[in-house]
């Protein structure tokens, strides 16, 4: 059975149709077997919530096959904003897709990586700062983020002096790391009080490898450390991402995909303790598609925010689903 056909035996009804949506994470790649470019995105977005803008997230895509390593994510930022010219001709539905892009540029380059950064500011008004994916772990069980970090990497001298040349451009940093980093990402915020810093996908609870088996024990030193990174003003959080194949769910390996009360059920106390600790105003939902259509539908896994945010007010789904995102990522529709 194909992903499509296995998504597809589980239906639900929209719930809150109209409630304006700004999903401020997803990917655009073309992997064998794995397409994922504005035809497949706009298959979701269009099925049924009303997604207004999207933000896409760098993901290694289409980098350039040649010239200074340093520039050859440019690749991607060129890319995605094709993709948001095609998707602003108002040719491809109301939606204004990747809106906004977060990019790549390599912050171990230190002072250096000002200049790549004003590369990407060049190559499209669209770009609103970067992600450098630092989630490493001990164990073989876990795959080390995409951009091989190497331990300690949000303290390193040199990594924080290109970290630095984000400040002075106005530009957002992404953090994805595993739940054992979060610590270090709380050193990172302090030192620098005023950059504005996206944790992704609640800080990436680990449920396998040395991990499985642990979820109780881990859940209470999460929500100390989210509790110490919401002290940190600057920061704000994405709320998703949290059912992928590392989380321990398993909904990927199942014979129905879940559904929208399975997804509520097993993930919805991560959502309350993130919002009561920083706010739904520092607070975002995002699909993380396609990586967590692994294990749900996007309308099903909208529909889970929906049934998480129902005792919110309405200015308070209005920063959850959109707001917050606009925001901070100065998506402008």
């Known amino acids: 059975m194909d992903a499509a056909t296995w998504l597809a035996q589980v239906q639900e009804d929209i719930l809150e149709p109209q409630l304006p949506i ?27 919530h009303n997604v207004v803008s999207t933000v896409f997230m760098e993901c290694a895509a289409m980098y350039r096959a040649d010239g200074p390593a340093a520039l050859r994510s440019l690749g991607e930022t060129e890319f ?10 108002g040719g491809y539905g109301a939606g204004r897709m990747c809106a906004a892009i977060v990019g790549f540029v390599d912050l171990t380059l230190g002072a250096a990586a000002g200049e790549a950064l004003d590369a990407h500011m060049a190559a499209s008004g669209r770009f609103r700062g970067i992600r450098h994916a630092s989630g490493w772990d001990a164990s073989d069980a876990v795959r080390n983020s995409h951009t091989n970090p190497t331990q300690g990497l949000l303290a390193d001298k040199t990594f924080r002096a290109g970290f630095a040349e984000l400040g002075k451009r106005g530009l957002t940093f992404d953090a994805w790391l595993y739940h054992p980093q979060i610590s270090e990402l709380v050193d990172l915020a302090r030192a620098f009080p005023h950059q504005p810093i ?26 100390m450390d989210v509790a110490a990174l919401a002290a940190c003003s600057n920061v704000v959080a994405k709320l998703g991402g949290l059912v992928m194949p590392i989380n321990g769910f398993g909904f990927h390996k199942r014979s129905l995909p879940a559904t929208s009360d399975e997804l509520v059920a097993a993930t919805r106390d991560y959502y309350l303790h993130m919002i009561d600790c920083f706010g739904p105003h520092r607070c975002m939902f995002e699909s993380n598609f396609p990586v967590d259509k692994q294990s749900a539908s996007f309308h099903v896994l909208w529909n889970s925010f929906k049934k998480i945010a129902a005792g919110c007010s309405s200015d308070e789904k209005a920063a959850l689903f959109h707001d917050t995102a606009t925001r901070v990522y100065r998506v402008e529709t």
């Open 22 to 48: 700004c999903d401020p994470h997803h990917h655009l790649w073309d992997h064998p077997r794995n397409r994922y470019l504005l035809d497949e995105l706009l298959a979701d977005t269009d099925s049924g």
């Open 80 to 89: 995605v904003n094709g993709v948001a010219a095609m998707s602003a001709s």
């Open 198 to 223: 996206v944790l992704d996908h609640f800080g990436g609870p680990l449920g396998i490898g040395p991990y499985e088996g642990k979820r109780a024990e881990i859940f209470e030193q999460w929500k």
